[in-house]
């Protein structure tokens, strides 16, 4: 199983990028999907995630209204559209995928996932 994130990088404040996470070697459409992020210092923490079929979408409360998730069942990919950036966005975002989450639902707490994507640096600075 391979999880790789792809599209991370420097971006000013209130600027946008879209995050991807290909998925290979799992059948993609039976797994719950996760992004979260590490800062320097800090612990992992939960960003968003997105159930199997894309229908149930989860949060953080620090991120509403600003990031997006998305998944292409066709394309074993899942997104995470970052707009409105603020220099506390700046992290490592690692993708995850669930296998065991129900139907239409997904999961916040790290320790739930079965595998984990290697990270891409997002830093948010002028």
């Known amino acids: 199983v391979q999880l790789v994130e792809s599209g991370g990088g420097l971006v000013q404040p209130g600027g946008s990028l879209r995050l991807s996470c290909a998925a290979s070697?799992?059948?993609?459409?039976?797994?719950?999907m996760g992004w979260f992020r590490q800062a320097p210092g800090k612990e992992r923490e939960f960003v968003s995630a997105?159930?199997?079929?894309?229908?149930?979408?989860y949060y953080a409360d620090s991120v509403k209204g600003r990031f997006t998730i998305s998944r292409d069942n066709a394309k074993n990919t899942v997104y995470l559209q970052m707009s409105s950036l603020k220099p506390e966005d700046t992290a490592v975002y690692y993708c995850?995928?669930?296998?065991?989450?129900?139907?239409?639902?997904?999961?916040?707490?790290?320790?739930?996932?079965?595998?984990w994507g290697q990270g891409t640096q997002v830093t948010v600075s002028s």
């Open positions: 995850a995928a669930d296998f065991r989450a129900l139907p239409n639902t997904a999961r916040v707490y790290e320790s739930v996932y079965d595998y």
């Open positions: 070697g799992l059948t993609f459409g039976s797994y719950a």
């Open positions: 997105i159930s199997r079929s894309g229908g149930s979408t």
